[in-house]
């Protein structure tokens, strides 16, 4: 079994006020949200509206880990269900 491939800039980063992005170390990082592509044995799953910290100058983007897995259990469903390709919506609570 091969692990669920995450695409994008996902760092695991705890939520902190003036986060600064470690990437750029220029960027400020405000909340957005995002599209998380998964992808597992030819399998995408496009998960859309994911709350994300989303740096200012590079756009790379952090989820906390609440969120991440919930993206995860998400993408595992979506996979079980075979499809090529599956976009949803994260609803948080
Ligand atoms: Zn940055």
Request: net charge positive; with cysteine; charged share 30%.
């Given at each position: 079994?091969?692990?669920?491939?995450m695409?994008?800039q996902l760092i695991l980063k705890r939520k902190?006020?003036?986060?600064?992005?470690v990437?750029?170390?220029?960027?400020?990082?405000?909340?957005?949200?995002?599209?998380?592509?998964?992808?597992?044995?030819?399998?995408?799953?496009?998960?859309?509206?994911?709350?994300a910290q989303?740096?200012?100058?590079?756009?790379?983007y952090y989820l906390d880990e609440a969120i991440t897995g919930?993206v995860?259990?998400?993408?595992?469903?979506?996979?079980?269900?075979?499809?090529?390709?599956?976009?949803?919506?994260?609803?948080?609570?």
């Amino acid at each position: 079994m091969n692990p669920i491939k995450m695409f994008g800039q996902l760092i695991l980063k705890r939520k902190s006020n003036n986060m600064k992005c470690v990437i750029c170390k220029t960027g400020t990082m405000h909340e957005g949200k995002v599209t998380v592509t998964l992808e597992k044995n030819g399998s995408i799953i496009l998960i859309k509206e994911v709350p994300a910290q989303i740096c200012d100058v590079c756009e790379h983007y952090y989820l906390d880990e609440a969120i991440t897995g919930e993206v995860l259990k998400r993408g595992k469903e979506g996979l079980l269900k075979g499809a090529e390709l599956e976009v949803l919506k994260l609803k948080v609570a």
